[in-house]
């Protein structure tokens, strides 16, 4: 089939693409970035913590493989409408949690409905665009959704400068935002289903060489990153002791700059290849930890997520590119399931050995630095990760 057939097969981007994008990162940054902060000002335990982080990221990958598997056949648009409306009444729930263990429950759920969003998503987004331009449509999209994620910490931080001092703002938001991205999504046009279901067809990808390398390599990478997960909120709660609107300033900053990047990096990926972004992007996440470990203001906090951003939007315009070059047609949601499902039990595994590494060590020496230790020794394993993605096959266009 020639390239311009390809092309033609391309359906218009229409507006509410765009609309689902910023309803859909508005939501899943908020619930994200607060529940773990809510769980620290709550009193839970860092093995409670990192039980949590690790049973989330678990839940919301799991299941991914099926749930591609079941949108490449059945529509994609069903599993994100399900997705964005189940996750929206868990995040309400949420404001009615009183416990550790009632959180840890809910975010369960929450994980579970929400990850029919993922693979959905991206593979909706492979029917938009061809492998030439890929990078910089998705860059122009993800813009649009940072910039709606930097949006929603600017609103939470100037609500709860002097008014507003509940965590409840946040989940409210955030709900709201995921029941008008459902709806959004019931107005997109998407191609048909091409391929029957069959469960074997969740185990194609294993049968791809090349991209297995990617899932074994990706599993590496999302322990070494969840590792730090459950050790972050007691360095923004608990040794910084940053107020509602100092955290929402924080992520506001990071989301301005990934928002001022992301645009760039598209391009440039569509130019140099995906390859070189990817491994300067994981690589240079070990610099997180470092930052947070050496942090004693949330200013400090705010100086290293808007430094780093950059290393973020590498990542989040150089993954899927990747993960939809390497997917045949018909199969992009499939394939992005795959990578979920490493993203969920790398993060599982790296969540609950960082959450009972830092228990453990701090009944030895004293909390705050079995933190810090505990951070180091994160950032250690994040730039062995990242560098190791220079052995996998380059998959986009290459144009001197």
Same mark, same amino acid.
């Given at each position: 089939?020639?390239?311009?057939?390809?092309?033609?097969?391309?359906?218009?981007?229409?507006?509410?693409?765009?609309?689902?994008?910023?309803?859909?990162?508005?939501?899943?940054?908020?619930?994200?970035?607060?529940?773990?902060?809510?769980?620290?000002?709550?009193?839970?335990?860092?093995?409670?913590?990192?039980?949590?982080?690790?049973?989330?990221?678990?839940?919301?990958?799991?299941?991914?493989?099926?749930?591609?598997?079941?949108?490449?056949?059945f529509g994609k648009k069903l599993f994100l409408f399900i997705g964005l409306l189940g996750g929206g009444f868990c995040t309400g729930l949420l404001m009615k949690?009183?416990?550790?263990?009632?959180?840890?429950?809910?975010?369960?759920?929450?994980?579970?409905?929400?990850?029919?969003?993922?693979?959905?998503?991206?593979?909706?987004?492979?029917?938009?665009?061809?492998?030439?331009?890929?990078?910089?449509?998705?860059?122009?999209?993800?813009?649009?959704?940072?910039?709606?994620?930097?949006?929603?910490?600017?609103?939470?931080?100037i609500l709860t400068y002097e008014a507003w001092s509940s965590y409840s703002l946040p989940f409210l938001l955030s709900a709201s935002l995921s029941f008008l991205?459902?709806?959004?999504?019931?107005?997109?046009?998407?191609?048909?289903?091409?391929?029957?279901?069959?469960?074997?067809?969740?185990?194609?990808?294993?049968?791809?060489?090349?991209?297995?390398?990617?899932?074994?390599?990706?599993?590496?990478?999302?322990?070494?990153?969840?590792?730090?997960?459950?050790?972050?909120?007691?360095?923004?709660?608990?040794?910084?002791?940053?107020?509602?609107?100092?955290?929402?300033?924080?992520?506001?900053?990071?989301?301005?700059?990934?928002?001022?990047?992301?645009?760039?990096?598209?391009? %440039? @990926?569509?130019? !140099?290849?995906?390859?070189? +972004?990817?491994?300067?992007?994981?690589?240079? &996440?070990?610099?997180? *930890?470092? $930052?947070?470990?050496?942090?004693?203001?949330?200013?400090?906090?705010?100086?290293?997520?808007? %430094? @780093?951003?950059? !290393?973020?939007?590498?990542? +989040?315009?150089?993954?899927?590119?990747?993960? &939809?070059?390497?997917? *045949?047609? $018909?199969?992009?949601?499939?394939?992005?399931?795959?990578?979920?499902?490493?993203?969920?039990?790398?993060?599982?595994?790296?969540?609950?050995?960082?959450?009972?590494?830092?228990?453990?060590?701090?009944?030895?020496?004293?909390?705050?630095?079995?933190?810090?230790?505990?951070?180091?020794?994160?950032?250690?394993?994040?730039?062995?990760?990242?560098?190791?993605?220079?052995?996998?096959?380059?998959?986009?266009?290459?144009?001197?």
């Amino acid at each position: 089939m020639g390239m311009k057939e390809n092309k033609e097969e391309i359906i218009e981007i229409p507006r509410t693409i765009y609309g689902v994008s910023a309803s859909l990162s508005f939501s899943n940054q908020i619930t994200r970035r607060f529940y773990p902060l809510f769980a620290a000002s709550i009193n839970t335990p860092v093995s409670v913590m990192g039980l949590l982080r690790s049973m989330e990221n678990l839940s919301s990958s799991i299941l991914q493989l099926f749930w591609g598997n079941l949108a490449d056949k059945f529509g994609k648009k069903l599993f994100l409408f399900i997705g964005l409306l189940g996750g929206g009444f868990c995040t309400g729930l949420l404001m009615k949690v009183s416990n550790p263990y009632q959180l840890v429950l809910l975010i369960l759920f929450w994980s579970l409905l929400f990850s029919m969003t993922g693979p959905s998503w991206t593979g909706l987004l492979g029917d938009y665009t061809i492998k030439e331009t890929r990078g910089k449509v998705l860059g122009k999209i993800g813009t649009v959704g940072e910039l709606s994620g930097l949006a929603s910490m600017l609103i939470i931080a100037i609500l709860t400068y002097e008014a507003w001092s509940s965590y409840s703002l946040p989940f409210l938001l955030s709900a709201s935002l995921s029941f008008l991205g459902a709806l959004l999504v019931l107005s997109i046009k998407e191609k048909k289903g091409q391929i029957g279901f069959n469960l074997n067809d969740i185990f194609l990808v294993l049968k791809d060489r090349s991209f297995r390398k990617f899932l074994v390599l990706s599993l590496i990478f999302w322990f070494s990153m969840g590792f730090a997960w459950p050790l972050f909120p007691y360095i923004t709660v608990k040794v910084v002791s940053a107020t509602l609107w100092q955290i929402a300033l924080i992520n506001a900053g990071m989301r301005a700059m990934t928002s001022a990047t992301q645009g760039l990096f598209g391009r %440039l @990926l569509d130019k !140099f290849g995906r390859k070189p +972004f990817m491994v300067i992007g994981c690589s240079g &996440l070990c610099l997180f *930890p470092l $930052g947070y470990a050496m942090a004693r203001s949330w200013i400090d906090l705010f100086v290293v997520n808007v %430094l @780093l951003g950059p !290393f973020l939007s590498a990542v +989040f315009v150089a993954w899927p590119a990747f993960i &939809l070059d390497s997917a *045949p047609e $018909g199969r992009k949601a499939t394939y992005s399931g795959a990578n979920s499902f490493t993203f969920g039990f790398g993060s599982f595994i790296g969540s609950l050995v960082g959450g009972y590494f830092v228990n453990l060590l701090s009944s030895l020496i004293q909390f705050n630095r079995a933190l810090s230790l505990g951070l180091i020794l994160s950032a250690v394993i994040r730039l062995l990760s990242g560098l190791s993605f220079l052995v996998v096959s380059e998959t986009g266009p290459r144009k001197s």
